[in-house]
């Protein structure tokens, strides 16, 4: 067979890293810290209402294409408890739709909204998909880095970088904040300055809030509550981070009525539907009191401060994420300046499995020096992660 099984676009986005990086872990006994999901369950209380869901037979068969009712008017009611104070607020019937998790509603928001040739500006660094989706609808994808600060410690989106990168081309802006892998919590400045120029320019944004929940300083701001944004936002939300039921795959999309309708019509053609006993469990999570909140939060941010004074003990230039539970190192103080290499050694060096960050650029130079760790762990692992790092210490 002369033509390749998979398609060429496609295939330069494989993320094969992840899975190389997981093998190295169990075969050298290294602790991974590489991918970003949880080492303990969420709460008891919603796998219980799982379980419940299962056995009353709620959801084992098809459920209604948009999600379930329970589960929508959650979302609607998490925006209002949350957001209703920035005036943000949805209704469950028409402006809300139950995904396969936030990566579904991505691909499913990019295949609705673009046409073939249509440009996508995305902050770079970026979560893998966003790439791979762009592609599948027909985009040319558009990136504008996120530079690190190594005296704030911390990345900074350069706003006039932005406007440069609109043309009579683009179509949307991706957002991710809080930002996936920097960590970075885009200010209420930044915002309103990317809301005044979708708005001049007439453009659609698609904003991944995944770790809206899991921010430590700053605070978060959905765009859908900046002036002239609510009708041109498709925001995504998920529960896998939030209640560290990452595999479940329940994620959701609000927007307007028009925009939901669109990006239902592409969503129907990829799962249909899923994740229906879950759906049950996860409207009820929704509902967890304050305190689920701000002690998922409290427990990160402490878990954030161990990893990060343990890397930094070991010689690595630490930015210190403000939301997510990921931390980006620059490697350079140790010697080195390829983050490849770094990452594929040093589980047999010390014990510690890592993501090079250039796998997440599109300019690889751009983040050939940087490595990325989740502290989405249990704090003794976290404890036994540092002991092991410090051996690299200059």
């Known amino acids: 067979m002369d033509r390749p099984l998979l398609n060429r676009r496609l295939a330069e986005f494989g993320t094969t890293i992840f899975a190389e990086m997981s093998a190295l872990a169990v075969r050298t006994g290294a602790i991974n810290l590489g991918q970003g999901f949880p080492d303990t369950d969420g709460p008891e209380e919603v796998r219980e209402a799982a379980v419940r869901a299962l056995r009353d037979g ?3 068969q098809y459920p209604p294409g948009p999600g379930i009712p329970e589960l929508r008017t959650a979302v609607a009611a998490h925006q209002e408890r949350f957001y209703g104070h920035l005036g943000v607020s949805c209704d469950p019937d028409t402006e809300v739709l139950v995904t396969a998790g936030a990566t579904e509603a991505i691909a499913a928001s990019l295949l609705a909204l673009l046409e073939p040739g249509d ?14 989706c762009i592609a599948m609808a027909g985009g040319t994808r558009v990136p504008v880095t996120l530079r690190p600060d190594p005296e704030s410690g ?10 440069d ?16 892998p920097t960590g970075t919590v885009l200010t209420r400045d930044a915002l309103a300055e990317v809301a005044r120029l979708a708005c001049e320019r ?16 700053g605070e978060h701001l959905p765009l859908a509550s900046f002036p002239g944004m609510r009708e041109r936002t498709v925001t995504i939300g998920s529960a896998g981070k939030t209640f560290s039921f990452t595999g479940w795959k329940v994620g959701w999309v609000t927007a307007t009525p ?3 309708g669109a990006v239902r019509s ?25 305190s689920y909140y ?7 941010r402490a878990k954030r401060d161990i990893l990060a004074t343990g890397l930094t003990d070991a010689g690595f230039q630490v930015f210190r994420p403000s939301g997510t539970y990921f931390i980006t190192t620059d490697i350079r103080p140790l010697g080195f300046d390829d983050g490849f290499a770094f990452c594929r050694t040093l589980p047999e060096r010390a014990g510690v499995v890592a993501i090079p960050n250039a796998v997440f650029y599109d300019h690889q130079d751009q983040g050939a020096p940087f490595v990325r760790f989740a502290f989405c762990k249990r704090t003794d692992v976290l404890n036994e992660a540092v002991t092991r790092l410090k051996q690299l210490a200059p």
Not at 294 to 300: E, F, M, N, Q, S
């Open 58 to 60: 709620r959801g084992n």
């Open 119 to 132: 440009e996508v500006i995305a902050l770079e660094p970026y979560y893998d998909s966003y790439a791979a």
């Open 154 to 163: 911390s990345y900074a989106l350069d706003l006039d970088e932005l406007r």
């Open 165 to 180: 990168a609109v043309t009579d081309r683009t179509r949307l802006i991706l957002l991710n904040t809080p930002h996936n």
């Open 202 to 217: 007439e453009l659609l944004v698609i904003t991944d809030e995944v770790y809206e929940h899991l921010v430590f300083e």
């Open 258 to 260: 028009e925009l939901v």
């Open 266 to 290: 592409a969503k129907q053609f990829l799962t249909y539907v899923s994740a229906g006993p879950f759906q049950y469990a996860v409207a009820e999570a929704l509902a967890l009191p304050d």
């Open 294 to 300: 701000t002690g998922l939060r409290d427990d990160l």
